[in-house]
């Protein structure tokens, strides 16, 4: 699982957390202040209060995905991976999905800028099936 020292997997000190009357996976590393910035990135969205990069337009306009799709990507979606020490600060990768398509939407938290998005199924060799988690090549 190769995403550099920087990504904290979601299959390392896993632990169960109730959410939404639902249980998810959460790192344990993973403060309750990180779950509330969780919460707080969706809020931003659904107030589109968010930005994108000029790397996001980029690839975005590329790879033909809208906005409304990322939008719908991060408000439905989990985080699963972290990077904490990100170049820029703090930032998180969501996996989510729009209509019938999967996405990954790389974000940063605070404040909430659109880094890159892609449809994971274009990079299979990359991702285990489930498109949670890189894979060693």
């Known amino acids: 699982m190769g995403t550099g020292s920087s990504g904290t997997h979601l299959s390392q000190k896993m632990r169960y957390f109730k959410h939404k009357m639902m249980l998810k996976w959460v790192p344990e590393c993973l ?3 990180f779950l509330k910035s969780a ?32 939008k719908e990507t991060i408000l439905n979606g989990e985080i699963i991976e972290f990077y904490p020490e990100d170049k820029y600060g703090p930032s998180c990768l ?6 019938l398509d999967t996405f990954h939407v790389l974000c940063s938290l605070n404040p909430v800028w659109i880094i890159t998005a892609y449809n994971p199924a274009f990079y299979s060799e990359k991702c285990d099936k489930s498109f949670k988690k890189r894979v060693s090549l």
């Not at 969501?94 to 209509?99: A, C, D, K, R, V």
């Open 31 to 33: 403060s309750p202040a």
């Open 39 to 70: 919460k707080q990135i969706q809020q931003i969205v659904e107030k589109d209060q968010h930005r994108f990069t000029l790397h996001a337009l980029e690839r975005m306009i590329e790879r033909k995905i809208q906005p409304a799709a990322i």
């Open 94 to 99: 969501i996996m989510g999905s729009s209509g």
